[in-house]
């Protein structure tokens, strides 16, 4: 069997976001899962909508995601040409030109004006679907065009079944008669998206073209040219779509949705938990686990595994795995992602001890689900904080603890070594001495000490917080 090759095709037309990652992490783990090559091609030929960085931001991201490609023009190889379109135009006009000569094409000199009156005169009669007139099909006599641009079409066939085998939708059946005569290349000599794409896949021996499903009406066109040429199709696989919560395609303005991948890094999420969510995206694997390598990924991946329906992107979930990776990370890595999330302007680090903040930090490896997300906890070691209404009231609802508040404060006023675990003793003792248990306990405990309802473990976060301001926050709850 040849080798298995298949592409991610980005247009640098934005960047790089869950959609497009998707359609190159499935790329990637289709390619990897049978020791193929993945490659990553850049399709810039409809100029006007290029945008300036797109391609170094599309690598760049994709790099920290570890989808690295076997090939693109940053590692080409020269055998399969150029990988960026912009660089072959000479090579798709120069196949149009063959197409021309077998009869599969012809030059349309229609100028725009003329092709929308067209239009607006179909649209007139009730035509939905409008389509070119094939107006210059038959021109024989070229010498009244000469030196006038044009454009090159493709000669449609007539009524005509195209028969594509999907791998996610199985067979999907398009009529010819659907279909007007398109143009491949365009009136300033630069190739269109459908006929470049076909090039290049050839031109690359692309054995699988995976992608979103927005392509699908596409596919039946790129067949006819394939067909044309006598070459052989790569095998399609149209990626159903992702939808929000509100079962709309996502997209930045899906409401909670982070949608760009440079968002993730600028939260401090770890490429391997954005790779594991998105690459359960649109298929699922055979096991009951949800928090995978990329290495298994590439082992379990599975082609006819692909779902038919849409899948909701879940923001939850995607902090969820977050979190998972985050506990994994040893300690040393832990410290050096969060201390780049901490926000300088609002916690002085620089003027704390290093020994303090590493501990201060990593009471939260366990509660946080992001890096960023740090800032959160942090208020209540740096700054004054507020004992809101909210947590007064929760307060309210544990009686007679006053008497037991004060002995904490009594003893932790006169303990010389404010450590976890003489806080422990001390609490321990509260409890035998007050004849309190679990909630009963700790809550009252915890919002006197702390000013809040909720937090990490108790004797370490107050030994952290420190003596001076434990005793003050007390104070103001007695
Ligand atoms: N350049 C196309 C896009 O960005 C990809 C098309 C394809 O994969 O065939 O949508």
Redesign the pocket.
Do not use: C, K
């Given at each position: 069997m040849d080798k298995i090759r298949l592409?991610y095709?980005?247009?640098p037309?934005g960047f790089l976001h869950i959609g497009?990652t998707r359609?190159a992490l499935m790329n990637y783990l289709f390619a990897k899962h049978y020791q193929g090559d993945f490659i990553v091609r850049i399709?810039d030929t409809d100029i006007e909508r290029n945008v300036e960085g797109a391609i170094e931001s599309q690598f760049d991201n994709l790099n920290w995601l570890g989808l690295t490609p076997d090939e693109s023009f940053l590692t080409p190889k020269k055998e399969y040409g150029e990988y960026i379109q912009s660089k072959k135009l000479d090579r798709y006009c120069k196949l149009a030109d063959e197409l021309i000569v077998k009869g599969f094409a012809y030059k349309c000199f229609c100028t725009s004006e003329e092709l929308d009156a067209e239009k607006e005169r179909q649209a007139a009669q009730g035509i939905v679907a409008t389509r070119y007139n094939r107006k210059c099909l038959g021109i024989k006599d070229f010498t009244p065009y000469e030196g006038k641009e044009y454009s090159i079409r493709f000669k449609v066939p007539d009524d005509k079944i195209y028969k594509i085998d999907d791998l996610v939708r199985g067979m999907v059946e398009f009529n010819s008669k659907e279909i007007g005569d398109f143009v491949i290349i365009k009136t300033n000599k630069i190739a269109t998206?459908n006929f470049a794409?076909v090039v290049d896949d050839f031109d690359m021996e692309i054995t699988h073209?995976v992608?979103?499903e927005?392509?699908i009406s596409?596919t039946p066109r790129q067949c006819m040219i394939y067909q044309a040429f006598g070459w052989n199709e790569p095998r399609f696989c149209h990626l159903t779509l992702i939808v929000d919560d509100t079962k709309k395609k996502l997209s930045k303005r899906s409401g909670n949705a982070v949608f760009f991948i440079s968002q993730y890094r600028e939260k401090g999420f770890l490429p391997q938990a954005v790779f594991n969510y998105i690459g359960l995206l649109g298929w699922s694997p055979k096991v009951e686990k949800e928090i995978f390598s990329q290495q298994e990924f590439v082992e379990m991946f599975d082609e006819k595994r692909f779902s038919k329906s849409p899948s909701t992107f879940d923001m939850v979930k995607m902090k969820w795995i977050n979190s998972q990776w985050m506990k994994k990370m040893d300690d040393v890595e832990y410290l050096k992602l969060t201390k780049q999330f901490v926000d300088q302007t609002r916690f002085k680090i620089s003027k704390v001890e290093d020994n303090w903040l590493d501990a201060v930090l990593l009471l939260f490896k366990k509660e946080i689900e992001f890096g960023a997300q740090i800032n959160e906890h942090l208020d209540l070691f740096f700054n004054e904080i507020e004992y809101d209404e909210a947590t007064k009231a929760i307060y309210a609802e544990f009686t007679d603890v006053k008497p037991m508040v004060e002995a904490l404060k009594t003893s932790l006023e006169k303990l010389q070594d404010f450590n976890e675990d003489n806080i422990k003793a001390i609490i321990k003792e509260l409890e035998v001495n007050f004849n309190k248990k679990g909630k009963n306990l700790f809550m009252p405990i915890r919002i006197a000490s702390t000013l809040s309802s909720h937090g990490p473990e108790l004797a370490k976060t107050i030994a952290l917080i420190g003596k001076e301001k434990v005793i003050k926050n007390i104070t103001k709850v007695i």
């Open positions: 592409r095709a980005p247009s037309t497009n359609t399709e998206y794409v073209v992608r979103g927005e392509h596409n």
